[in-house]
Structures are given as C-alpha cells and as structure tokens.
C-alpha cells in the first residue's frame, strides 16, 4: 500500500479534517451495576443506556467483565497474523465461494478503504442464503478460514466471540429495558445468532487527509462491540451533523447501534454513521464484533413499540437475505448503491 491509488481517494466533501474534535460529552458507561444485585443501580444504568442510545447511538463501556486477558491475546495475535506477508496472508484471502479469511480491498460506498482485515464466524458454519433473490431457498453454511501462524489464532479467536455474545446478550438486556420491554425480550431472535468478528489493521497512511480506513457507514447488524487500540482515529457523526473522534479509553468497548435496532425501534435508537481515520505515522489495530441474529429472523418494528399514534415505520425484511445482498455489493465495486434499512421504510 506504498503509493496512493485513486480508488482509495474520498470525495472532497466526505474527506476527513486533520484537525478533529475530541468525544466532548461521548457517553462513558460504568457497567458494574451488572455484577451486583442493586435494583437502584441497575435502572440507574438502564437509564444511562436508553440516553446514550437515544442521544448517540454510541458509547463507551467500562466494568464490562470481559477478561483483559482475553483482548490482549487477540490484539497479539491480529498483530501476529499481519505482520506476515502478503503471500503468506493470502493463503487465507477470501474468494467469492470462501467469503471469510483474510482480504485488503474492501469498498465502503465504492471508495476503497485503507485496511486489511480478516473475518471470523463466531458460530461455525454460519448459515445464510446462497443468493438475495426470494425465491431461491438455499441455504449456504460458511466456514472459517484458519491460518497457520500465529498458532494458537483460531483457539483465541473462539474464546474472544464466547466473551463478546455473553456481553452483546448483557447489552441487549439493558437495552431492551430502557425500551420498557422485558429484559429477555431480544433473547429468540439471538438463538442462532449469526455473529462475526473482524480483524481491522489500519497501516500508516503519506494522505491520511485523502483517504480513510473505513469510511462513513453504518453499521447493518443489531449491535457493535468494538475493541479500538490507543492510537485512535474512530470518528462518529453526532447528531448535530459533527464528526466527533472517539478517545481511546484503556480497556473500554466501543458500543453502537446497529440498523436492526434502528428498524426494532421503530427509530426510538438510530444507527449513527461513523468512520476510521488513518495516520501517516502510526498503524493503528480494531476488532469490531457484530452481533447479528439468525438468518431466518424477519427483521420489523416490536409492535409492543408502535401503535396508531406511532405506525410501523419499515416493513419487514429477511435477516439473510439482506446480508446475501450486502455481501455481493461488497465483493466487488458495483455501480449501485447498497441495501439499505431505508429501502425497507415506509413513506409517511
Ligand atoms: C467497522 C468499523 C471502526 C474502527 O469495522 O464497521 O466501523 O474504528 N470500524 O475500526
Ligand atoms: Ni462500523
């Protein structure tokens, strides 16, 4: 990635500032309630949770009972793995039938990103349709790609998903109890959740004023756990239309909503659109979890959440099929926008 291609060179307008403003107000949420039995704190929490949903979209966690242990290993191990080189990288690379492993030429809205990663099914195989078209019932069971070194990848790549779904199923409590729904009430469209996890290395940037490592999205799932290193460069659209850079905390997450609870809350919580910026100096290292429900789910508003006053603003969609699409959009640069939750919206 010496020289800059133009495939990797944004729109003026969607170009990043070298100048930023730093997470003022970015919600920091103490998770330790969770670990206790004390009701007050615990719908002191809910609270904090459903304001930062409604507010931002994001947060911060901290006191999250994920073992530090278990971020360390695979920050290492990412670290590990692309470190090699590129030929030894690519004897994992995914191919249009081998769609997880290793790839460094993902397009976010058909502009190419500054990274490479590599994607995990958290749940092996993964399951989903074989193509969007709705009548084509195939199902296609995905499988992961292990590399050979670093040696113990695979185990720790295992180990992280297990944590990250037993926080993603603790998040998802509180946030279905800030909605004023029982705190399971999510739990069924999770029991064969479809769940990934991506490696994202971010290498040093000579325009770092050009391009971007991802650039602007949202993300298409339910939820995101993110582990972001301490260089930083993860930018969030606050909802006054200001990119506001996320500061590093020690150990923190990076949570978000995702389009699903976007659609499950009839809107109540918004899918926020966010970034990475790159740094001409340092490389910077992420792992994003998605936490996505099972392909079969059909994605609408709760109707415990909508009413006469407040009809259905989306009307229902397939989890896998959605995904199917998506997957073939970012495979290759395609001409055409795509899917998005707000093709599924209804016009008022
Ligand atoms: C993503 C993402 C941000 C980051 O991979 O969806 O938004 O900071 N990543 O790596
Ligand atoms: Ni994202």
């Known amino acids: 990635m010496g020289k800059v291609d133009p495939a990797f060179i944004q729109e003026p307008e969607h170009r990043p500032r070298i100048s930023y403003i730093e997470g003022e107000g970015f919600p920091l949420i103490d998770l330790s309630p969770l670990h206790s039995n ?6 002191g929490l ?29 920050d290492s191990d990412s670290r590990k793995f692309f470190e090699q080189s590129l030929e030894e990288k690519r004897k994992v690379r995914r191919t249009e039938k081998l769609v997880l492993g290793y790839y460094d ?21 993964a399951l989903i349709p074989a193509s969007p078209d709705p009548d084509d019932k195939e199902i296609t069971e995905l499988y992961n790609q292990w590399p050979e070194y670093p040696p113990e990848f695979r185990e720790t790549c295992q180990d992280y998903g297990q944590e ?40 040093p940037c000579p325009t770092p004023e050009l391009a971007l490592g991802v650039g602007r999205h949202k993300d298409g799932g339910a939820l995101t756990i993110l582990a972001q290193d301490d260089v930083g460069g993860l930018e969030v659209k606050r909802k006054d239309g200001e990119w506001v850079r996320v500061k590093p905390t020690p150990d923190a997450y990076i949570v978000n909503v ?14 926020v659109e966010h970034r990475a910026m790159v740094n001409s100096e340092k490389e910077r290292f992420s792992v994003p979890f998605f936490f996505n429900p099972a392909h079969y789910i059909m994605i609408k508003p709760l109707e415990e959440l909508t009413n006469e006053q407040n009809p259905a603003k ?30 599924f919206r209804i016009s008022d």
């Open 258 to 271: 995702g389009d699903i609870i976007q659609v499950w809350s009839n809107d109540k919580y918004e899918s």
């Open 38 to 43: 004390n009701v007050s704190a615990i719908e």
């Open 314 to 343: 989306y009307r229902a969609y397939n989890r896998g099929k959605f995904t199917a699409s998506r997957r073939r959009s970012n495979f290759q640069k395609l001409n055409v926008e795509n899917l998005q939750i707000s093709h």
């Open 105 to 125: 030429t993902e397009h976010t809205k058909n502009v190419r990103d500054w990274k490479e990663v590599f994607d995990i099914a958290v749940e092996e195989p």
């Open 46 to 74: 809910v609270k904090e949770v459903g304001k930062a949903c409604k507010e931002w979209g994001f947060f911060q966690v901290i006191n999250h009972g994920v073992p530090l242990e278990k971020r360390q290993k695979i």
């Open 164 to 203: 990250m779904v037993k926080l993603a199923c603790k998040l998802f409590e509180l946030i279905a109890l800030s909605l004023g729904l029982p705190a399971d009430r999510f739990h069924s469209f999770f029991k064969d959740h479809n769940s990934s996890i991506r490696l994202n290395h971010y290498p």
